[in-house]
Each structure stands twice: as structure tokens, then as C-alpha cells.
């Protein structure tokens, strides 16, 4: 349940004002079709993160659990810096009707979107971290849709009212803390 609950809460957080959540803004306000679009970010966010959880599942097959302690802290610790980093949505112009419709179309764009966005990243190590697949998909996958789903019933709204910048100050403590205590957490033998 830990690897759940930690999966939402960092995803949930990491994703204000991340470029995916800029996107659902965008396609909430060129569409004005809520469901079909945040049933898109839900398809889209779960085949992703499957696979980045797929990925963290794998990496602790093949590192030991010395180098895997490191390699994760200083992961959560870079996650920590990138957190302070804004995002921006590249805009690709384009007024024109949706080719596969407003659903293939967010499906198609959050996924392309997602890849190798921090909440990827997160649920990549966030996996190799908690070694629980199932929970910590579910929870990256609530996390996103926490965040991004409001975002399209409510728009510009509730993005005015959310302070970003406070949101990811706590989200880099929060990585901050899961790296330290990755590097720090059981024995302290160096890394040979």
C-alpha cells in the first residue's frame, strides 16, 4: 500500500505544471470534449506507465542491491533538481480537425508527451524502488489523472489558483527525501 499511496502523492504533485498537464489544458480548450479526452490521458498514461514500471521492474533484475541503492538516490536526487525546472509546452501551431478524432488524438499526444517526462522517470524508479509492478502503476496512473483530469473540466481556473512554483518546491523536497534515505536507508558501506 506504501508504494501505492507514495506512487499518487509524488505523480499527483510532480505533475503540476508539468508540459503534460499544459497539454491537457490545451486540448480541453481547442476541443471542449472533457471524456473523450481524459478518457485519452487515462488509455495513454496507463500503456506508459506499464512499460516505464515494466522497465523499473527489470533494472533490479540486473543490478545488485548495492549499486541499485546508489543508482536510485542519486536518481531521486536528480528528480529533486529537475523538479525545479519549469516546463514548457512546445507549441506545434495547427488549428486544423483532429485526424483520429479528439480520443486518438490526446491517446497519440500523451503518450508521445510522456515519454521521458519526470512522471516516466518517477515511475520507472519509483518501481526498481518498491518492487510492487501492480501498485506502483496504479498509483503513478491515479497520480496523473489527479492532476491532469480537473485541469480539463476546469481549465485555466484551477491552473491559476494551484501556486506551481510551491508545488514543486514540495515535490523536490519530497524527491529530495526518497534519494537520501535510498542512499542513507540500511547498511552505510560504501559503494566498491
Not at 62 to 70: K, M, T, Y
Not at 92 to 104: E, I, L, Q
Not at 148 to 165: E, F, H, Q, S, T
Amino acid at each position: 500500500m506504501e508504494a501505492f499511496l507514495v506512487s499518487t502523492a509524488i505523480v499527483t504533485l510532480a505533475e503540476m505544471g508539468d508540459k503534460t498537464q499544459l497539454l491537457s489544458l490545451v486540448l480541453a480548450a481547442r476541443f471542449r470534449k472533457p471524456w473523450p479526452i481524459v478518457l485519452g490521458i487515462f488509455v495513454a498514461t496507463l500503456a506508459n506507465h506499464a512499460l516505464a514500471g515494466a522497465v523499473g521492474s527489470w533494472v533490479t533484475t540486473v543490478l545488485g542491491p548495492q549499486v541499485l541503492r546508489w543508482v536510485l538516490g542519486l536518481s531521486f536526487i536528480a528528480m529533486a533538481v529537475w523538479m525545479l525546472i519549469p516546463d514548457k509546452l512546445d507549441d506545434d501551431g495547427g488549428g486544423a480537425a483532429p485526424r483520429f478524432g479528439v480520443f486518438g488524438t490526446t491517446l497519440v499526444a500523451f503518450f508521445l508527451a510522456e515519454m521521458g517526462d519526470k512522471t516516466q522517470v518517477a515511475t520507472v524508479m519509483l518501481a526498481a524502488q518498491y518492487s510492487a509492478y501492480f501498485w506502483v502503476v496504479a498509483g503513478t496512473t491515479l497520480g496523473m489523472m489527479l492532476a491532469n483530469a480537473p485541469v480539463v473540466w476546469l481549465g485555466d481556473r484551477l491552473v491559476k489558483k494551484v501556486p506551481i512554483r510551491v508545488v514543486h518546491l514540495v515535490s523536490a523536497l519530497i524527491f529530495l527525501v526518497l534519494g537520501l534515505l535510498a542512499l542513507f536507508a540500511g547498511d552505510a558501506t560504501p559503494l566498491a
